[in-house]
């Protein structure tokens, strides 16, 4: 079987759903299965970090621009031609991804935009409804998380039961790194920044620590999302605090193993994955 796979995640993004794409990627090509994997990664800009294809898979990348791809999609031209035929087509992200012919299953990560909705700009949560409605339409199956989103998707867009299937994540495979010592004893904020992430309660709680414990260190780690400039700004000007912006794999693996704590105070997810990290590398969370 031809699978093709939305690639552009692995290509551009350091959180979550970046690590999702690749590692899913990583572990379905050394399956062995005969199948052979179609990665889709035109986008206009270039990549941000490292990750090459898996042996075992072709990455296809063009630079092309968003709104060629989408009038190349409504013209019939869709991603799975783009590849050179497929036989199922997988979305991993909030993107608009259509196929001509083969069938789509679109991975829907959660829908904090509908259940925490002051914790997105109005715009951005208008378009992240909008392209999650025309995944639901399109797709033949949806895979979600964890019950909690899918009953969540069920409840808040056109999908029927029997197309949403509940996919659980593993344990992300942390690069081989020693842990960080260079920072002392820290606790470890590692998530992308943005309201949803609750950095801002984070360093309340932190300041009154400092009250008792005035050498507490609190490492802040991963790249700045939306409406993040104040909370990032007052994390800088804080005492004992160490904001670190986006870090690689190989980084934040070792940020994690050299934790004391790892805290993660988000007000809502679909899954997680920082917290199942810090689990698996014995940190308390």
Not at 16 to 43: K, M, N, P, Q
Request: hydrophobic share 50%; charged share 20%.
């Amino acid at each position: 079987m031809r699978i093709g796979i939305d690639f552009r995640p692995a290509l551009a993004s350091a959180g979550g759903i970046g690590v999702y794409v690749r590692e899913l990627t990583d572990a379905l090509a050394a399956l062995g299965s005969g199948d052979s994997f179609e990665l889709f990664g035109h986008r206009l800009r270039q990549p941000s970090g490292t990750h090459l294809a898996p042996a075992g898979a072709r990455l296809r990348r063009r630079r092309v621009p968003a709104p060629v791809l989408a009038l190349a999609s409504r013209a019939g031209y869709g991603a799975d031609r783009m590849l050179g035929g497929v036989d199922v087509l997988l979305a991993t992200d909030y993107a608009p991804l259509r196929a001509s012919r083969a069938p789509l299953v679109a991975t829907i990560h959660d829908v904090c935009f509908h259940t925490l909705p002051a914790c997105y700009p109005a715009r951005l949560r208008r378009r992240l409804a909008r392209v999650t409605a025309d995944l639901v339409q399109r797709a033949v199956r949806i895979l979600v998380p964890t019950e909690r989103v899918r009953a969540e998707v069920l409840a808040h867009t056109a999908a029927e039961a029997d197309r949403v299937r509940v996919v659980p994540h593993g344990v992300p495979v942390l690069p081989a790194a020693a842990p960080a010592t260079d920072l002392g004893r820290y606790v470890l904020f590692l998530s992308t920044v943005q309201p949803r992430k609750n950095l801002g309660r984070l360093l309340d709680a932190f300041e009154a620590v400092r009250v008792a414990q005035p050498d507490a260190r609190l490492v802040v780690a991963g790249p700045a999302g939306w409406d993040s400039a104040a909370v990032i700004a007052r994390a800088q000007a804080l005492p004992g605090v160490t904001f670190l912006g986006a870090v690689d794999r190989t980084r934040a693996a070792a940020l994690v193993r050299g934790a004391a704590v790892l805290a993660y105070p988000s007000l809502g997810e679909g899954f997680g994955l920082p917290v199942l990290e810090g689990l698996a590398a014995g940190v308390p969370v």
